[in-house]
Structure formats: C-alpha cells, structure tokens
C-alpha cells in the first residue's frame, strides 16, 4: 500500500520569504504521479503542483517548485516569495492506478 | 467551465439519522471521486465511479455509507445510519478520464451530534 507521510504540521513563513515543505512517500511501484494540494479555509483543494516519477526534471510553476528525489523517496514543494495567500493547509499527495492516496498535511501560515 | 458542484455545504445531525450529499462533476468527465476528510486528516478515498460503474470502493463502509450515479453524471452518497465518527467534510472530485487531474468540489462538512 502506498503511503505519504508529511513530517510538518505547522510551518510559519515571512512574507517574500521562502519555506520548504517536507513530503515522503512509499510505494513499490515504477510508474506513478506526485502532487501538492492546496486547501484553503473555504476547503477547496487547489492543485499546486505535479510530477511525475519518470520525469528527472523536477516541476516549477511560478513560485512554486518542488525538489523530486526519488531515490529517498522524497518530494519537497519549496514556494519563493511567499504571500498572505498561499496561507492554506498544502497536502502531498501520490497517484497510483487512477487513485491519490494524501498526506496528513502541513498548516502554512504567512506573517505580514 | 463550471467547476464540481456539492451540497449542502454545511449538515448537522443526531446519530442515527441519515443524511445525503449530492456531486455535480464537470461536464464530460467520466470519472467522479467521493473523499471522506477527518479534521487534521487527509482525504481517503471512499468510492471512485468510471461513468456509472464502481471502480472502487473498497474504503466504503458498505454497512452504512451507499452511493450511486445515475446515468453517469450526478452522484449521491448516503449515510443511514449516522455515528458521532461519521463527522468529516466529504469532498467529491472528477476527472476527465480517471488518468488525469481530478478537480475537487468545496465540500459539505457533516457534523453528527
């Protein structure tokens, strides 16, 4: 079974800082997708980001990019330049035949 | 485009008593996901439709949760009946093909009193 495991349940960032959140994840299988959600207090998940295992490339987009090191099996989302609204629960995820299996998720907060 | 529609957004109930939730996926996507998330939780995946036909539902707890999806479109998840753990905000999500991204609805929190 595959599992994800997020060792942060807090993180506090300055804004136009930076801040790294930490994403592990087991599974046996070759082929398969890695995301980071972003969830809101209004409970809508946002994708942020994706990856996919096969790719060595590791994903950007915009602020957001994660550093894919498949090997530990790990899957960090570093967000540059933070701001008031990236404040959100952000869940690691990974995708195995057509299903996510999450995180238990990382509470970002923002400080002005 | 119209993202996933939910509702209520908001339940409350006495054990026992049953409840309904109603998804309306994006039009044309075929795949269509119920979640179910504890506070301080994760989603976990409760039953995953292809069209009208189960895909999965393995984490389902057949005893009291049903769900369908009449003609391949809308779905309904039923709770009946209800316990105090059954408090959690149930998402639903959809997905083009069930191989691609899946777009999460806003929710209904369900508090069981």
């Known amino acids: 079974a595959q599992t994800v495991t997020q060792s942060q349940p807090e993180m506090s960032v300055q804004e136009a800082e930076t801040v790294t959140l930490s994403c592990t994840y087991d599974?046996?299988?070759?082929?398969?997708?890695l995301f980071w959600y972003k969830q809101p207090p209004s409970r809508q998940m946002i994708l942020v980001i994706r990856q996919e295992a096969y790719k060595q490339q590791n994903a950007t987009e915009n602020r957001f990019s994660v550093n894919f090191q498949k090997a530990a099996k790990s899957f960090s989302l570093k967000i540059s330049d933070s701001q008031l609204g990236d404040a959100a629960m952000y869940f690691c995820?990974?995708?195995?035949?057509?299903?996510?299996?999450f995180g238990a998720g990382t509470i970002l907060r923002v400080k002005s | 485009e119209a993202g996933v529609a939910q509702s209520p957004r908001y339940k409350i109930i006495e054990k026992r008593q049953s409840v309904a939730f109603w998804c309306n996926p994006i039009s044309g996507h075929a795949t269509l996901y119920w979640y179910q998330q504890i506070l301080g939780q994760g989603p976990k995946l409760l039953i995953q439709?292809?069209?009208?036909?189960?895909?999965?539902d393995s984490q389902l707890p057949k005893d009291r949760f049903s769900a369908e999806r009449l003609k391949g479109v809308d779905s309904t998840l039923k709770i009946q009946p209800a316990k105090l753990e059954d408090s959690a905000v149930y998402l639903c999500a959809s997905s083009s093909t069930g191989l691609d991204e899946q777009y999460f609805g806003p929710g209904t929190r369900l508090t069981v009193t």
């Open positions: 995820a990974s995708e195995y035949g057509n299903k996510l299996v």
């Open positions: 439709f292809q069209n009208n036909g189960v895909v999965d």
């Open positions: 599974t046996s299988e070759s082929d398969y997708y």
